[in-house]
């Protein structure tokens, strides 16, 4: 049917698939590929004619029957509460654990997942014939309408419930919408409801501002000229998240403009020179070399004045094809980053507060792809636990590596994981490598030896605990006092006996981490691999992760942190020096400099402990990391990354794909203010705020007159503030704060000279942009 409306040269091995909605986008982004936009609208135009036609006449509808609860769901849900109850028993000496709901939690969102699966199979038998195909899952498939958590609702259980405050009700609801809620759960399941009617009410208003804000701080952004000739931009790498790609480097850089050649894997052969355009060409030479960093031309690093010049901007997205002079693409990007907003604040709504968002992998193993040589990182330590290799080193790796030593993957190995395979042994692809488990935190012994305990002081440190089912003693760590004071730690010591009958040591374990069970116990003899002790997992609550909108408009407003996170100004040796009360005073000493801070440790935890090095830019407490700190210490590029990292996790936990550049031009337009620091030119004063790019240009000059430039500091700024900033008073003034900016306006005796976009929309002129000759009169004038 499909290929009836194709256009012809395309083999019919192209079609002859499944085909649901993301399959369309392909074949779509094909035909755009191999021939011209007009040859893809008319297949458009075609397709949705076909579609509506056929969607009409099949007349698809759903009946209460289609959602088929799964047989086995009551023993599932049956199973879990006596897994809780059990556990109820198990723990009712353990005053702590018993306060944790996360059990509650994490034992019912297992059996959550596995109804979600029960639900998949149920409403689609592996052997089930075409013209019986269940109509929910035929929505779900073609992508039409649903998502499998909409569908678990329908047939499996309701799952787990967020309060209006963010916390998870401990109850699920464990019946389904076919079978219908009784009264708690019904009352129960209103909290989420109603917070998202309100939710959408109030919030669509926000993303409107943030889109408004957007447009008004990056509205003067045109394509001025070609090339501005910069040779400056910005690495590219795969964005890797948990041991996975999320994000691929061809992907990233398709349409871009290199700002240095390219050098396959061998480093031997040039694949592209300079300032060349990454084209479908070129993007499949990437992928198939598999190169991990490229360098593209930025936006960020673009010397036009008063605008942008095309190669560093790239493919105009619309048409696959370089930007033409006269686009303003900073429209385009405040569009492109404010609409989705919208999709952000409605997922609360969507989901009707049914958490879902924070589902949690149990377990995970990772499975290599190519076949190749097992290398371990030298820094691997494990140890041999019920016969099975355990990794107990941090940070240690793995790499998979073809028969001329490259590297075809790599993988970091979390603490406690399950290593499946041997160092230097042949594998095949598909061989699972290492499994871990989240839910395990222990520590485990690297070596056999005696215990020791040090530092252990009875009801000030730990505690005692009798376990009435095992009658044995069990110490629980207390701290409450300041957890990072070395003095007060308690720790492990194991040591060794050696032939001549004297102890040594062989490892110390820290135990600074509150409400950790020790699993072993003074003088005790112990082989290698044994659990020492257990430690709690962190509280997680959604209140604390935030995300969303409020997170976005927050990073790109610039906006001080309520519980700021320190940073270090310096590199050198953290000393404890006193405690009075709830603060603590520490230095950082370095053979030049000295830095004092006072940390309040009621509200932040120290993240170091004493005599520990640190480098400049770390964040020494717990917090927020406010955005300028990063500046200040760490310089632009790591700004940049994190910024970029911050927003595009946000919108791709929605499913949103933004291009890059988009954000890269409103942060260059949040970091193209500086602050001057010293100049023997009189037309500055120190402290006065000016644009970059105007300082660069005068520098310029000044250096071809051999004078000394102007010093400056780079600034980050909020977008109200830059839009309030603007050389042009008047689109400033339409912007917020009207009778402020006027008078100052009038005070200076400002001029505007018509610039930017929304100047000239409102005397009625005609616009300084298009891809018309407009562009050229602009310049002549
Ligand atoms: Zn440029």
């Not at 569908?151 to 799952?159: A, F, T, Y």
Request: one cysteine or more.
């Amino acid at each position: 049917m499909i290929y009836e409306i194709f256009p012809k040269k395309i083999s019919f091995n192209k079609i002859n698939k499944y085909i649901n909605k993301s399959r369309i986008l392909k074949l779509i982004n094909l035909i755009c590929n191999k021939y011209n936009t007009d040859v893809a609208v008319n297949f458009s135009e075609k397709i949705l004619r076909k579609g509506l036609y056929f969607s009409t006449k099949s007349g698809i509808s759903i009946s209460i029957e289609d959602a088929i609860i799964p047989k086995k769901k009551k023993k599932i849900i049956l199973k879990g509460y006596k897994k809780i109850k059990n556990f109820k028993n198990k723990i009712l000496n353990f005053p702590i654990i018993k306060k944790n709901k996360n059990i509650n939690i994490n034992i019912w969102e297992k059996i959550d997942n596995k109804l979600e699966d029960l639900v998949l199979k149920v409403i689609y038998p592996k052997n089930s014939i075409l013209n019986k195909i269940n109509s929910i899952f035929f929505m779900l498939k073609s992508g039409a309408r649903g998502s499998i958590n909409q569908i678990k609702q329908l047939s499996g259980m309701r799952g787990l419930m967020i309060k209006a405050n963010g916390n998870i009700i401990k109850n699920p609801i464990t019946s389904n919408f076919r079978e219908g809620l009784n009264m708690f759960q019904y009352f129960i399941s209103t909290h989420g409801s109603r917070k998202g009617l309100s939710d959408t009410a109030l919030k669509t208003a926000n993303s409107g501002y943030l889109t408004r804000k957007l447009v008004d701080v990056s509205q003067d952004i045109v394509v001025r000229e070609k090339d501005c000739g910069s040779n400056k931009g910005v690495v590219i790498t795969n964005i890797i998240q948990d041991n996975e790609i999320i994000e691929n480097i061809e992907n990233r850089v398709f349409g871009r403009i290199t700002s240095k050649k390219i050098l396959d894997r061998k480093k031997k052969n040039i694949i592209c020179k300079k300032n060349t355009i990454i084209d479908l060409n070129l993007f499949k030479i990437i992928k198939k070399e598999k190169i991990i960093k490229i360098e593209v031309r930025s936006p960020l690093k673009c010397k036009t004045y008063n605008g942008i010049c095309s190669y560093c901007y790239g493919y105009d997205l619309s048409k696959r094809r370089l930007v033409s002079i006269g686009t303003t693409v900073g429209i385009i990007a405040a569009q492109s980053i404010g609409e989705p907003g919208t999709q952000l604040t409605m997922r609360t709504f969507h989901t009707g507060g049914i958490m879902s968002n924070i589902k949690t992998k149990l377990k995970s193993s990772i499975f290599c792809k190519y076949k190749g040589i097992v290398k371990f990182s030298k820094n691997l330590i494990c140890v041999l636990k019920n016969k099975k290799i355990i990794v107990i080193s941090k940070k240690s790796k793995i790499f998979i590596l073809n028969s001329i030593k490259f590297i075809l993957e790599e993988y970091e190995l979390p603490l406690n994981c399950n290593l499946r395979v041997k160092n230097n042994s042949y594998i095949k692809s598909g061989k699972k490598l290492f499994s871990w488990n989240y839910s395990s935190n222990k520590i485990i012994s690297k070596h056999s030896g005696i215990i020791k305990f040090k530092n252990f002081k009875k009801n000030k440190n730990y505690k005692k605990i009798i376990n009435k089912i095992t009658n044995e003693y069990v110490i629980i760590i207390k701290n409450k006092s300041i957890i990072n004071y070395n003095k007060y730690i308690p720790k492990i010591k194991i040591l060794y006996l050696n032939k001549n009958k004297l102890l040594y040591k062989k490892s110390t374990i820290k135990l600074n981490i509150n409400n950790t069970i020790l699993n072993v116990y003074n003088k005790q003899k112990i082989s290698s691999g044994k659990t020492l002790a257990y430690i709690p997992k962190e509280k997680k609550s959604i209140k604390d992760i935030m995300g969303g909108l409020p997170r976005i408009s927050e990073l790109f407003e610039v906006i001080k942190p309520k519980n700021r996170s320190l940073i270090s100004e310096i590199k050198g040796i953290l000393k404890i020096s006193k405690k009075v009360k709830n603060k603590i005073y520490i230095t950082i000493k370095n053979k030049i400099e000295k830095r004092k801070y006072i940390i309040n440790i009621k509200k932040k935890k120290l993240l170091f402990g004493n005599n520990e090095i640190i480098n400049k830019g770390d964040f020494i407490t717990s917090g927020n990391i406010y955005t300028p700190d990063i500046l200040k210490n760490l310089g632009i590029k790591k700004l940049v990354f994190y910024i970029m990292n911050e927003i595009q996790n946000i919108y791709r936990t929605q499913g949103v794909k933004i291009n890059d550049k988009h954000i890269e031009i409103i942060l260059k337009q949040m970091l193209s203010k500086v602050e001057i620091t010293k100049t023997k030119n009189f037309t500055y004063f120190k402290g006065e705020i000016e644009n970059l790019n105007k300082i660069l240009k005068i520098n310029r000059k000044l250096i071809l007159k051999k004078k000394k430039p102007i010093k400056y500091r780079n600034l980050l700024l909020g977008i109200t503030k830059i839009s309030l900033l603007k050389k042009s008073f008047m689109s400033s003034a339409s912007f917020q704060e009207t009778s402020k900016i006027l008078t100052k306006a009038s005070l200076f005796d400002k001029k505007d000279k018509l610039k930017g976009l929304k100047e000239n929309i409102m005397i009625g002129k005609l616009l300084p942009a298009g891809t018309g000759n407009i562009i050229n009169n602009y310049f002549k004038k």
